[in-house]
Nanobody
């Protein structure tokens, strides 16, 4: 089972990026999937998640970031608008396993926002 994250890059403050996460090896259409990020010197923190109950976002990104899923293609996306320098981090996608823990992780994609 693999999660492949992509779409990171360097963008100016106020710009946008769209991250992708494609799963292979099994389907996650019924599993919660999420995005996390880890800034330099900080712990990994949740950005948002999407389950059958809907979407949840961290307060710091609410109104700027949107998660979507394409279950037919086993993919999840993170649309990031109005990016700020404090959004600079490595972004990871993750999927929950049967026990409700995030058992599956992508390799991370770097997002750098310049001021």
């Amino acid at each position: 089972v693999q999660l492949q994250a992509s779409g990171g890059g360097l963008v100016q403050a106020g710009g946008s990026l769209r991250l992708s996460c494609v799963a292979s090896g099994r389907t996650f259409s019924r599993n919660t999937m999420a995005w996390f990020r880890q800034a330099p010197g900080k712990d990994r923190a949740p950005v948002g998640r999407m389950s059958w109950l809907g979407a949840w976002y961290a307060d710091s990104v609410k109104g700027r970031f949107t998660i979507s899923r394409d279950n037919a293609n086993n993919a999840m996306y993170l649309q990031m608008n109005n990016l700020k320098p404090e959004d600079t981090a490595v972004y990871f996608c993750a999927a929950q396993g049967s026990a409700g823990k995030y058992d599956y992780w992508g390799q991370g994609t770097q997002v750098t926002v310049s001021s």
